[in-house]
């Protein structure tokens, strides 16, 4: 049977490859992203494969256009992947950049997941994954609303998991990515344990397969995380 997928923020890093793995397991990806001449070089690999949709998730109202037109052409949605996000230092907080941040990991991407989940409810079956970030654990004195927007995306999906458990009339699975560092151009820097961008992204595909609630890119990043969560902020703002 023929499965399709939506991937936004498919023209670059962990989206790009994971919208490749998808493709090779027999789905049809539609692809999405600011970058015009990204998602044609990714559509040209496969056209039978791919329908590019240029597409700025900050933008709301084109958000509910880029839905319904996909849905249009694929008539059912198996599974949605929001790898759209952007972040990084703003030692003066400057307004510019913290709501670009806010409006593209937090604002966006509550878009597309109320838009998927309502979906899958209607259609009675559907997969919605966000890639959030071990960022959104604890916080962070030079990168606070990275930091934030992904808190709010794990809580927000361990919201939608719980409400997806209760429904009866659809069967609806949520999974939260939680990357450490991957060799992308988000992680740039001298930082520790930053995964290759092929291992990464087969991690992330085998998650989606076993339909976790949760899982860690790579692995070992668990340790990480329940070493965040007992430690105090005065000892995490050393490390982070
Ligand atoms: N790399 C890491 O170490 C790491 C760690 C933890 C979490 N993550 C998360 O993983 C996700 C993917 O990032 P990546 O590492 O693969 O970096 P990346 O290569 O920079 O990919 C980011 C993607 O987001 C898209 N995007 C950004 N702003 C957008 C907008 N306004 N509208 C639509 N798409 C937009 C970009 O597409 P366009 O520019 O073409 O729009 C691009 O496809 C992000 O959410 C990031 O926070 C990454």
Redesign the pocket.
Known sequence: MRKNAVV?????????ELAILLAKDGYTVAI????AE??AELKATNPEKYIAKQ????DIKASEVVFKELIDEMKTIDLVV??????GPNYELEWEKEM?TI???VI?ATKIFGLAYNLFKKQGHGHLVG?????GIRGNRHVPS?FAS?AFMSSYLESLWMKARRTKKAKIYITDI??????????TGN?FW?AP?DKAAKQVFAAIKNKKKKAYITKRWRLVATFLRIAPATLVMKYL
């Open positions: 936004f923020g498919a023209t670059s890093g962990i989206g790009k999405t992203g600011r970058r990204k998602l597409h700025d998730v900050t929001y790898s759209s996000g952007v972040g670009t409006a593209t990991n966006g890639i959030s970030s071990i960022a990275y992904k939680v990357p450490g560092f991957v060799e992308t151009k988000m992680a930082t930053k961008l």
